[in-house]
């Protein structure tokens, strides 16, 4: 864990220029959960013009629907969710200053331009240990869109949250680099 | 004839969905370990380390092994001797995953509707797929199916003079192109022959055969192998890090079919294969 790069939310453009994909990074800091339904909510809220719920610029947002927390714990189980499912909707959370997004899986050729035009970074983190990821957590709050359940956005505070940089702001791709066949 | 009450069913699924939740067989433990110790590289390595302490974790933090608590889907074999008393077997099914679902803090992923998306709150309806077997048993097993893997499904109809190595050539394609998205080491279900919605029933099934099970016939045994080598060479590796082992186990299910097709139907599984039996 010693070559691990630690960072923490919201990320300066210094911060995101430093980053090369497969670079190893611990986050802490506040990050905001989204995925498929909140980002068609989100959609909706930039169609008419509306400030979102919350302040999007220099945040990370991560693409998990965490399980229900048993009582007496912060979360429950909160690994990601395929990211290639949020690629329509890069544009619009990147021109209002997202910095970071968490995911796993590829990413269209579409967003790893925009990443590189908007200065932002796609990191993957660990698919299916959403029990192990879920300690990295310790706090979480529904803050937007109550009624999509696991769907909603959770704001979260995250202590030293392992991630690997799958495409950074100069065009490299971790994926790309492994897939020799 | 033999009776089976519907709690005694419901009891058993309820069972198994705390189990395939939050427990990792020892097998597929065992298997892990032997993974992580062939990789070469300090990242797969590390990967590999990850995903055992999470199921560490989830067994003793009662956390599930991942926040995609699945789409339950039941296989009821039932011998043709035994009689259901009670409920509707379909209803007493649905209830038993309505109420594990809530009690057992496990996230619903069910929409009601594939268009209009509204989730039912409660996981339910589950897949039911139910065969009339011999005997006055029941054989109930209970698989969760996450939708990431689950997406990246395949269905192809060769001719039947097409050589193997097409078909292993485009299942390895195919699982390229999957690359990091279902969550690798896969366990590879392949369904062959039968009719199209038969191969892909069997690519599913060919899942739960056993986690560290061989196929009984050499020909298909070796067919696996191929498989699994061809794509293993691919550096894919442990979630898409780069690494050995993109597949895990390969479990191919054939079937009788037509002279003039050849379905093939693949059906991946993450690294994290979910499911559990009971004969009742």
């Known amino acids: 864990m010693s070559d691990r790069i630690r960072i923490i939310t919201p990320l300066s453009e210094e911060t995101v220029r430093g980053l090369r994909a497969g670079d190893r990074v611990l986050l802490s800091g506040t990050i905001y959960s989204a995925r498929d339904r909140a980002h068609q909510r989100l959609q909706e809220l930039e169609e008419r013009g509306s400030d979102f719920p919350f302040n999007i610029k220099g945040e990370v947002l991560y693409y998990t629907g965490p399980s229900p927390a048993r009582p007496g714990r912060i979360i429950g189980s909160a690994g990601p969710t395929t990211s290639y499912r949020m690629d329509p909707f890069t544009s619009m959370v990147l021109s209002r ?85 | 004839m033999r ?24 097998e597929a433990a065992e298997l892990f370990a032997s993974l992580r110790n062939q990789e070469s590289s300090e990242t797969a390595k590390e990967t590999m380390d990850v995903l055992i302490e999470n199921c560490r974790i989830a067994k003793d933090r009662e ?43 496990l996230r619903k992923s069910i929409v009601r509707d594939p268009l209009r998306r509204t989730n039912t709150g409660t996981n339910t309806p589950c897949g039911l797929h139910t065969e009339i077997v011999r005997g006055e048993r029941m054989r109930l097993t209970v698989y969760l199916k996450g939708g ?19 078909i292993i050539q485009q299942i390895t394609e195919a699982v390229i192109q999957a690359g990091p998205n279902p969550c690798p080491p896969l366990f590879l279900g392949i369904g062959i022959g039968g009719s199209a919605d038969q191969a892909m029933l069997n690519s599913k099934k060919a899942l739960l055969r056993g986690i560290l099970s061989e196929h009984p016939d050499p020909y298909y045994r070796g067919l696996e192998d191929q498989i699994m080598q061809r794509i293993n060479r691919s550096g894919i590796g442990p979630l898409g890090f780069g690494g050995t082992f993109t597949v895990a186990r390969v479990y191919i299910k054939e079937a009788p079919t037509h002279i003039a097709t050849l379905p093939v139907a693949i059906n991946m599984n993450c690294h994290s294969l979910r499911f559990g039996s009971r004969t009742l």
């Not at chain 2, 990431?148 to 097409?166: C, I, K, Q, V």
């Open chain 2, 148 to 166: 990431g893997s689950e997406n990246m499904s395949a269905l192809r109809m060769f001719r039947p003079t097409d050589p193997p190595e097409l």
């Open chain 1, 97 to 181: 200053g997202l910095k970071g997004m968490i995911g796993k899986g590829r990413r269209g050729p579409d967003t790893r331009e925009m990443l590189r035009q908007w200065r932002a970074v796609y990191f993957g983190t660990y698919g299916g240990a959403g029990a192990y990821l879920s300690e990295r957590i310790v706090s979480a709050q529904v803050i937007a869109f109550e009624e999509l359940g696991p769907e909603a956005v959770f704001r979260m505070e995250i202590k030293d949250f392992p991630l690997i940089v799958i495409n950074d702001t100069f065009g490299g791709d971790l994926y790309e680099q492994t897939t020799v066949e």
């Open chain 2, 63 to 105: 956390i599930p092994l991942c926040q995609d608590c699945g789409m339950v889907i039941v296989f009821i074999e039932m011998g043709q001797d035994l009689h259901v008393a009670g409920k509707p077997l379909d209803e007493a099914v649905n209830d038993a995953v309505r109420n594990s679902y809530e009690k057992f803090y």
């Open chain 2, 3 to 26: 009776e089976i009450h519907t709690d005694t069913i419901e009891t058993a699924v309820r069972d198994l969905i705390y189990e395939t939740n939050h427990v990792f067989p020892p």
